[in-house]
Structure formats: C-alpha cells, structure tokens
C-alpha cells in the first residue's frame, strides 16, 4: 500500500479512552443516543468502558451494530451522536465514534468472542451484495437462527467499505476483520457471482430459499451533458476510488490507474464521495485538485469535517461555478476545461475530472427477473409490510438500491427493519405452509 495512504485518525490508549468515557454526564435522556440512527445505548456501553469493562461494553454494541468498527470511523459524528451530546452545547461533545473505534479495536485484537449462535431452523435467505446493508442483514438474521448465504460479483466482500471508502479513512483490514465477525456467526459468502448474469433470482429461489435480499446499492453513475464529457480524461469518482482501493491491496498496477504526478485535476461535485475523490487524487500524486461545485458552501453535501481536512491537505473549491466544456488532448488526458465562476467564463489547463454527481441502481437484477418493480430513476418500490419486500414476494430490498439511506449508518439502520420484514415474512408463511399441511 502507498504510505500516503494509511490512517489518519489516530487511536486511543487505554488510559484516554477510559478518561474520555468518564467525561459523560450518563444523561437520563440523552441526546447522543436520539441522534444515532441505530439507536446505539451509547451511554450504557459508555459507562462500562469508563470502569474498563471493555467486554460487557463490546457487547452492548454488538446488539444494536454489526460493523462498530466500520461505524466508529465513517459515521457522520458531528451530525448524529456527537452532534446531539449534552456537552457540545458549551464545549467538546464526548468522542463517540472514536471510543467506538477504540473498543471495536481492541475487541479485533483481543479476539474475543461473545455470542451464542443459535441453530439455523428458521429458513434460508439470499443475500445479494456484500455492502453495509447486506452484511447487516446476514448479521441480523443469522443470529435470528436463519441460514445466509451472500452472493458478491466482486472477488472480495465488502463492497462500498471494500471499494468505495478510501483506506486513510477505512483501511480494509478492519473490514475484513468485520466480515471475518460476520462468517463466524454461520454466513456464507460467494464472491464473483453477478446476480443476472451469472445466476438470476429465480435461480436462486430454486435453491429452495425462502427470501432474496437485494442491497447492491447504485452502481450507475449518473451523467451531465456537457460537451467532451465522452473523452476517457473524464472518469467516475466511483470508478476512480474503485481503482486506487485495488491497486492498494495489490490487484492492480500503477499505470492502470489514472491520475500521476504532478496532474492536475477537477472534480465536479461535493458530496462525501466528491471529497474522497479529491483526497485520493493528491495522494496519486496530483499537482493541483479543484473541486467544482455548482452550489454554496453551505450548500455542500459533504460532511464539515471531511471539507476541513481536505482544505488542510491543499484542496481548493469553486463554489456557485459550473463547467460548460471539456477539451481533450490526443491521448487519454485532457487539455483544459471551460467554468463558468462567480466572475465569468474562464479556461483552466487540466489533465482528469472526476465526476462524483451521483449515482442510480445498475438494472442488471431486475431486468432478469418477472415482477420487481422499480420506479422512474430505477429504484426499488419496496413495501411497508412486511418491510422491505418488493412487488416480486419474497424478493425484498434496502440500502441505497431503494433511495432511502443516505450514508453508511442510514443503509445499517434501513437494513436492520428489512431483516425484521424478512423474518416476519418467513415465518408467516412457514406457519401458512404447516396450517395447510394439516
Ligand atoms: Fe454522555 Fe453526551 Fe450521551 Fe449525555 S449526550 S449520555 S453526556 S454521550
């Protein structure tokens, strides 16, 4: 792996985790846990890592979230429990995500094991996609005594986590470790399986499963039409971070990877993924990353703390400016660009953009199955009861697949009311099934 590449954030000791635990006021309604989307009894774990009970704390955990340490790194704090604690209002809120971060940790290396898995009697679920919401939903169900087997196109599991979240911020050996929690209790995984290509959903209903779980996210970019926006010096934020995470872990050479030294680059757009892409380009060793963004600073979808630290690494920003045309060069790279600023139209001398605008469910799956519908953009239309199922029974879906979640802890939380449409549905027709036996 690249050195420029590793970590960021760095790590409690056991003596600052305790005292930063201490901190907390255990407030009798508290604001941290109203604020976290899996409703996370923070101040009940807090409380045991304050008195070095880093066990009885994991475990607490373990109830509400299966990827604490994934979560203890890439939620978005400052919104959620940190935004809401207490002691923000006048000062530092307690450092949530990174007492999480240090006791997923420190459960990682101590390799604990806290759980009884129960007997897999109650059906058998597909799961298709190895995101955060697909392996919630195999943690949730697989402790509910359900057998779960996920199919995953790529060669490794993990997806997003895996591909799209660059290692400074999630490195992958602590996803794998996540994953690894995952197979322990009872999963399976098949990896370079593409669902409608490989084996199609009724395929997989023909393996006598009970329920089929979509949570492939959105793996279609979504385009602008601007002029030269076909040349190959413009490529997806998505694509981009893809690549880079694989020639990380060694899959791939430098020179399949675009961007080199002493580029430089734009990138339009400024969500999280936007800013992930910019940082990413100056570790390759880019000159000069510019992101573009049509509106204000207030405006920016990113978190706050993501636009800081990439302002510190030499990022710059064009608000309220769009771009209006593309100008290649012979080869692969570009020439310039043309942006329309807040001071008028000017021509910028660029290698790459990277677009991170966004992006829609692929329609691989659905285009190769009878009865799930999907609406104008592509989405998933799931229903209420049970939660989650599509128009196809038995067919149901969650994560960004379905428009609703927004981040990595809203795919968890989204997931985790499927996994209880999913066991309802199971057992409602199990039982169905043994009262038309009789
Ligand atoms: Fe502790 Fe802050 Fe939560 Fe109150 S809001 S219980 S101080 S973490």
Known sequence: ?????????????????????????????????????????????????????????????????????????????????????????????????????????????AGWRHENIPEKTRGKVAVIGSGPAGLTIAGDLSRQGFAVEIFEMSPEPGGVLMFGIPEYRLPKEVVRHEIK??????????????????????????QEFDAIFIGTGTGRPKKLDIPGIQHPGVRQAIWFLRRVNLYNNGSVSRNEVVVSEGDKVAVIGCGNTGIDAARTALRMGASE???????????????????????????????NSSINGIEGSEGNRLRSITVMTENGEERRPIDWVIMAVGSSPASRIVSTTKGIEVDEKGYVITRDFPYGMSTRKGVFAGGDVTNRPATVVHAMRDAKKVAEGIAQYIDAVKLMDSINQK
């Open 181 to 206: 929690k995952i197979k322990n209790l009872g999963v399976t995984f098949h990896t370079n399986v593409t669902i409608g290509k490989d084996l199609t959903v009724d395929d997989i209903f023909n």
């Open 289 to 319: 990353v510019t992101i573009i963004y049509h509106k204000g600073h207030e405006q920016m979808t990113a978190l706050n703390s993501e636009y800081e630290d990439a302002l510190k690494e030499g990022v710059k920003f064009l608000w």
């Open 1 to 109: 792996m690249v050195e420029e590449f590793k970590e960021i954030s760095e790590q409690y000791s056991i003596a600052e985790a305790i005292k930063e635990a201490q901190r907390c006021l255990q407030c009798k309604v508290p604001g941290c846990k109203k604020g976290c989307p899996i409703s996370n009894d923070i101040p009940l774990w807090i409380e045991e890592l304050s008195k070095g009970n880093f066990g009885n704390a994991m475990e607490i955990i373990n109830t509400r979230s299966n990827l604490p340490a994934v979560c203890g790194r890439v939620c978005a704090h400052e919104r959620q429990c940190e935004g809401n604690c207490v002691l923000g209002k006048k000062g530092e809120p307690v450092h949530i995500g990174k007492l999480e971060r240090f006791l997923a940790d420190f459960d990682c290396e």
